[in-house]
T-cell receptor, first 114, second 113 residues
């Protein structure tokens, strides 16, 4: 049981480049989400999904796109990378709950935009 | 959303208990109290959660004040592996759709050998 798997672990981009951060979970979780963490700060929610085909914006969605075509995968796309998107990105998943479910996080992708 | 307040940092000696306070004076009756921790260079890890009653699991205990305006995470015997940032987070039952957690700054715990 791998849990939540994120790839790549590290990535360096130039301003204006695009890329996709991958997230996969093998726990059949309905809920998935993406967070970013800037140095010395807590995590902030970018986008989330409550099931295949359903996504919604979080606190800091600008500059990011998501889609959820399967239960297992929830990729995060940067269409035109900017230095302000330099951060560590975490994907999380959980069962459907009403506030008492626990989230499982991936190990993160460290992204640098030059 | 109700806000939580935690000390920026705490120190403990190895094998001694650690009591991490969290104030949430504006908590609503439908807010669960969650704790996560983040070890260096890792993603957050679930620790414990509760609603009204004290809770215990293999990692920690959660003591909730009778008026629910504060809570304390208790690590019974700190080890070097417990050095991490600990986040106290409220989750409203009615706003919980999706993995929406609001992280504050957390408490950085240093464990001294």
């Amino acid at each position: 049981n791998a849990g939540v798997t994120q790839t790549p672990k590290f990535q360096v981009l130039k301003t204006g480049q695009s890329m996709t951060l991958q997230c996969a979970q093998d726990m059949n979780h309905e809920y998935m989400s993406w967070y970013r963490q800037d140095p010395g700060m807590g995590l902030r929610l970018i986008h989330y999904s409550v099931g295949a085909g359903i996504t919604d914006q979080g606190e800091v969605p600008n500059g990011y796109n998501v889609s959820r075509s399967t239960t297992e995968d929830f990729p995060l796309r940067l269409l035109s990378a900017a230095p302000s998107q330099t951060s560590v990105y975490f994907c999380a998943s959980s069962y459907r709950g009403r506030g008492n479910e626990k989230l499982f996080f991936g190990s993160g992708t460290q992204l640098s935009v030059l | 959303d109700a806000k939580t307040t935690q000390p920026n940092s705490m120190e403990s000696n190895e094998e001694e208990p650690v009591h991490l306070p969290c104030n949430h004076s504006t908590i609503s009756g439908t807010d669960y109290i969650h704790w996560y921790r983040q070890l260096p260079s890792q993603g957050p890890e679930y620790v414990i959660h509760g609603l009204t009653s004290n809770v215990n699991n293999r990692m920690a205990s959660l003591a909730i004040a009778e008026d629910r305006k504060s809570s304390t995470l208790i690590l019974h015997r700190a080890t070097l592996r417990d050095a991490a940032v600990y986040y106290c987070i409220l989750r409203d039952v009615w706003k919980a759709a999706g993995n929406k957690l609001t992280f504050g700054g957390g408490t950085r715990v240093l464990v001294k050998p």
